[in-house]
């Protein structure tokens, strides 16, 4: 074989070869393309986002797949991949704003999602009002976004007039469940809208440990089957762990209560809740000592947990010589429940009547500062400034956070605002 017979053939099977890599990984793509269509049916986004950024990596070309995909992230609430995919399609368009709609709408139906929702409501709701073909996309994300700033009431409102149109929507079942849990309304309302979203779909995970979460109050038994049927499921789970361990604690099975709590303390040890099922496990069994240590562990990990902080109470009323400090711990104890109540009355009642008061945005803000939650309170206190810019008790706040960590110049920058 001549040297140039053998480089020519050598050619075709380099062809050849590439021609099947390139199908090869075309074929892997349109699988995972495939597989988002039933995912997306059945509401599953975060499976159906998976799939779609690995599609996405093949076909990086395509402006329609980067916004399906970022349409997919933002319903799956991942924020910063759907801002990503967005500003990749907007680039293969040619980078103009309003290259299509499709891309405008979905850029306003990501910052009403994600909490900016007084800059682009107005624009949504005529959608709504017009009756347009994705007006049910859009009574979705308002109604994540009015539940991220606490406007409850609007939130159901956009729930209920989803569920008129699709009475299936899984996602609207469970959404709807949520936010009366986060608005403190009746909880058979919220088991009725779990039972019917699992009714639909026995693989939604999430209802079935908000609905086993719910019964642990008053039906331990029930919530304990759901909670084993989740841990076969995700035998990782440290909340489905945390569920189970509260169950068998609540049911006096102690022992198997105990291993499952540990199991969770080994993944997450700062967990304030099962640093306090352990302490009152402790409690009951008399071990004072252990009690208090794990209660104390607990407020440190979540100083807003007012179960922590009356058991605390309760040990230090039970030692000699520590009855100044017990009364002392149930004063905080109540303070405790009075912010509670306070944020409960904010999000169920003022905000949805006065959405554009950013003194609520402020007490909000400094209730998250206050118990160990700094970025959610500084993002709430941004807020309030959006509203009103010169908002005095916003600016003093964070100076004084930014002081206090040492981020001066952030610090300085709301001094200057002060008058």
């Excluded at 009356?310 to 039970?318: D, F």
């Excluded at 109540?341 to 998250?368: C, H, W």
């Excluded at 500084?378 to 003093?396: E, F, T």
């Amino acid at each position: 074989m001549t040297l140039r017979r053998f480089c020519f053939r050598l050619g075709w099977l380099v062809l050849i070869g590439l021609a099947l890599i390139a199908a090869g990984t075309n074929l892997w793509a349109w699988h995972h393309y495939r597989q988002t269509d039933r995912l997306q049916e059945r509401y599953h986004f975060s499976q159906a986002y998976a799939h779609y950024a690995q599609a996405v990596q093949v076909w990086r070309w395509s402006a329609a797949l980067h916004l399906k995909t970022a349409r997919t992230a933002r319903r799956a609430g991942l924020y910063p991949e759907a801002e990503h995919h967005l500003a990749e399609c907007q680039r293969l368009q040619g980078g103009a704003e309003d290259a299509s709609l499709p891309l405008a709408l979905e850029r306003l139906l990501l910052l009403a999602q994600s909490g900016d929702i007084a800059e682009v409501e107005g624009v949504l709701w005529q959608y709504v009002e017009q009756n347009k073909p994705q007006t049910p996309l859009v009574l979705e994300a308002l109604a994540r976004g009015y539940a991220r700033v606490l406007r409850l009431s609007l939130a159901m409102n956009c729930l209920r007039r989803l569920l008129e149109r699709e009475p299936n929507n899984v996602e609207a079942l469970v959404t709807a469940g949520k936010i009366i849990e986060q608005g403190g309304g009746e909880m058979e309302d919220a088991l009725k809208y779990y039972r019917l979203a699992l009714e639909l779909d026995a693989e939604r995970d999430d209802a079935r440990l908000n609905l086993a979460q719910i019964l642990l109050r008053d039906r331990p038994e029930e919530a304990r089957a759901h909670f084993e049927y989740l841990l076969a499921r995700q035998p990782d789970n440290a909340a489905v762990m945390l569920g189970l361990g509260q169950a068998q604690r609540i049911l006096n099975e102690t022992d198997r209560a105990c291993q499952l709590l540990e199991a969770v303390l080994a993944k997450e040890p700062e967990n304030a809740q099962a640093l306090t099922e352990l302490g009152r496990i402790a409690l009951q069994a008399g071990k004072i000592t252990e009690a208090e240590k794990l209660f104390r562990n607990a407020i440190a990990s979540d100083p807003a947990n007012r179960d922590a902080h009356y058991r605390l109470y309760q040990c230090l009323a039970q030692q000699p010589g520590k009855e100044p400090e017990a009364a002392q711990q149930i004063a905080a104890c109540e303070r405790v429940e009075a912010d509670l109540a306070r944020l409960g009355t904010i999000a169920s009642k003022e905000m949805s009547r006065t959405p554009n008061d950013p003194q609520l945005y402020y007490e909000v803000g400094m209730f998250y500062l206050r118990y160990g939650k700094p970025d959610v309170g500084v993002r709430w206190l941004y807020r309030a400034l959006k509203l009103n810019p010169a908002h005095q008790p916003s600016h003093q706040a964070l100076a004084d956070y930014f002081q206090r960590i040492g981020e001066r110049e952030k610090a300085e920058q709301h001094r200057l605002q002060l008058r």
